[in-house]
């Protein structure tokens, strides 16, 4: 158990459905971050927030709609996708400070499009 | 462009000894990150590494050197729960966190 926990675990998705991932983390973090993981390629960094204000966008589609409410708090919703967006999305949280300020991460929706 | 390299898979014996090596090429540094991945779980934090040289941290050690862009992790006394992905990360000079592949180790018996 991290302190950062997401729902639903899985999801499966026709490519008209409309749903959200939702992300919570319970350690007091000002950061929070959506990542995409697909089988053998590197993590890809999607959406930061930091201090609830949306500081990177790394070029992802606009089917992927972020929201962060309050710094607990993160949300991922997901229209009209395709079936490459078949992945593993996960959530991390970190406090910005000086030094390494690790990312702790949830255990990820397995998110399956057909 | 930034890249991290990092092998695809190893194998290693329960009891011995495996080092997983990084190498990067970024713009900018600011600190390496190990990550563990077990299958179906969430990636945890192993170590940090900004200054050159070792870091022990009982079983697991991680070694850098800035000015060949080189990494690695050393595992040692390795038991049956440690098979799993070992993910190398690089914090580049906007402070983003760029990401390997990720090295899944396979240990045998």
């Known amino acids: 158990e991290t302190g950062v926990t997401q729902t639903p675990r899985h999801l499966v998705m026709g490519m008209t459905n409309k749903k959200s991932l939702k992300c919570e983390q319970h350690?007091?973090?000002?950061?929070m971050y959506w990542y995409k993981q697909s089988a053998k390629k590197p993590l890809e960094l999607m959406f930061v927030?930091?201090?609830?204000?949306?500081?990177e966008n790394n070029s992802v589609p606009s089917r992927f709609s972020p929201e962060c409410p309050n710094s607990s708090h993160l949300f991922l919703h997901l229209h009209t996708l395709q079936p490459e967006d078949s992945a593993l999305y996960l959530c991390?949280?970190?406090?910005?400070?000086?030094?390494?300020?690790?990312?702790?991460f949830g255990p990820g929706t397995r998110l399956t499009v057909t | 462009g930034q890249n991290i390299d990092q092998p695809t898979e190893m194998t290693a014996t329960e009891g011995a000894i495996v080092q997983i090596n990084c190498t990067y090429q970024?713009?900018?540094?600011?600190?390496l990150f190990w990550y563990q991945q077990h299958a179906g779980e969430a990636p945890t934090f192993l170590s940090y590494?900004?200054l050159d040289g070792l870091e022990e941290k009982g079983r697991f050690s991680s070694f850098l050197s800035r000015s060949k862009g080189y990494s690695y992790l050393l595992l040692k006394e390795l038991q049956m729960k440690d098979s799993a992905s070992y993910l190398c990360?690089?914090?580049?000079?906007?402070?983003?966190?760029?990401w390997g592949a990720g090295t899944k180790l396979i240990i045998k018996p």
């Open positions: 991390a949280s970190s406090q910005i400070r000086d030094g390494s300020y690790e990312q702790y």
């Open positions: 350690l007091g973090h000002n950061a």
């Open positions: 927030y930091n201090f609830k204000e949306q500081t």
């Open positions: 970024t713009s900018g540094f600011n600190g």
């Open positions: 590494n900004v």
């Open positions: 990360a690089v914090r580049d000079s906007n402070y983003q966190l760029i």
